[in-house]
Structure formats: structure tokens, C-alpha cells
């Protein structure tokens, strides 16, 4: 009995390892898609609105949980920051906000980092308008690799776990 428990509970993880690796890229064509609707968001702050940076950081984020979380904290420490660059506080800010981005995705956004609040509104605009380019692009890849690999993950780790049953039983 104890040796049945055990072999389930091996293929019971297979699976959930297919559905995690599955889930990931989901997780990441989502958080590509709300990274770019953020940078909108800042981005007709800055145009629209004519104010400093924290406060359009501040009001692209009351828009989205998530948002809340990457870019709340970030306007909090640019107004209380003395001595810190907006590049260390925005990378802290990427690597605190909880996203599901692979290198290349951050590495876009940290070049933002050098841009944004140090040139004039129309410089930082069309910064943020070619980064949500690159990260749309990079969501419509992330969009097309989930749907080859999301079942392929799911039935991978159902036919291992299926395998590994058979083989230990």
C-alpha cells in the first residue's frame, strides 16, 4: 500500500511539473502584456499630463494590482531617495515586482531606467513607446511559444508520470 502511495504521489509531481512549466509561460505572456499597458499607461502621464515622473508613476499604477505593486513602492522612493540613481531604484523596483520576465524582458525595461527621468518628456515618451514596442513584440513570441509548448508540457509530464508508474509498480 505505502509503495502504491509512493508511486502515485512520483507521478502526481510529474504532472505538476508539466502544468508548472506550462503555467510559467502563461505567466510570462501575461506580465509581458501588462509591463506594455504600464509603460502606456506612464507614457500618456507624461505627455498628457505634464507631471514629474513620480506622479505619473503613481497614477499609471492605480490602474492594476500589479502595477501597484512594481510602481508604488518605486514613486514612494524616488521622493524620499537622496542619494540613490533612478537606475538603482528602478532596477530594485523590476527585480521587488514580482514578474514572470526572462532576462531579455527585463533587460528591456532596465534600459528604461537610463531614460526616464532624466531627458524631457518627449525623449522619455518615445523611449517608453519603443520599449512597449519591443515588449509587445516580445509578448506576441512569448504568446506563439505558449501555445506550441503549453500542451506539449502538460502531456509530457502526464506521459512521464504515467511512465513512471508503470515502472515502479
Request: glycine share 8%; hydrophobic share 50%; proline share 2%.
Amino acid at each position: 500500500m505505502l509503495r502504491l502511495l509512493g508511486v502515485a504521489l512520483v507521478a502526481a509531481g510529474c504532472v505538476a511539473a508539466g502544468c508548472s512549466a506550462a503555467a510559467s509561460l502563461s505567466a510570462r505572456t501575461r506580465d509581458l502584456g501588462e509591463a506594455e499597458q504600464i509603460l502606456e499607461a506612464v507614457a500618456r502621464e507624461l505627455e498628457w499630463s505634464l507631471v514629474p515622473l513620480p506622479v505619473a508613476l503613481q497614477r499609471a499604477a492605480a490602474g492594476s494590482a500589479r502595477a501597484q505593486k512594481w510602481l508604488g513602492p518605486l514613486a514612494e522612493r524616488i521622493a524620499s531617495a537622496e542619494e540613490q540613481s533612478f537606475q538603482n531604484l528602478w532596477d530594485e523596483a523590476l527585480r521587488t515586482s514580482g514578474l514572470a520576465l526572462t532576462g531579455e524582458d527585463c533587460a528591456v525595461l532596465q534600459r528604461l531606467g537610463t531614460v526616464l527621468g532624466r531627458y524631457d518628456a518627449a525623449s522619455q515618451c518615445q523611449a517608453l513607446a519603443a520599449a512597449g514596442a519591443r515588449l509587445h513584440s516580445l509578448r506576441e513570441e512569448a504568446a506563439a511559444r505558449q501555445k506550441a509548448l503549453s500542451h506539449l508540457y502538460r502531456t509530457l509530464g502526464l506521459t512521464v508520470g504515467a511512465l513512471l508508474m508503470v515502472l515502479l509498480l
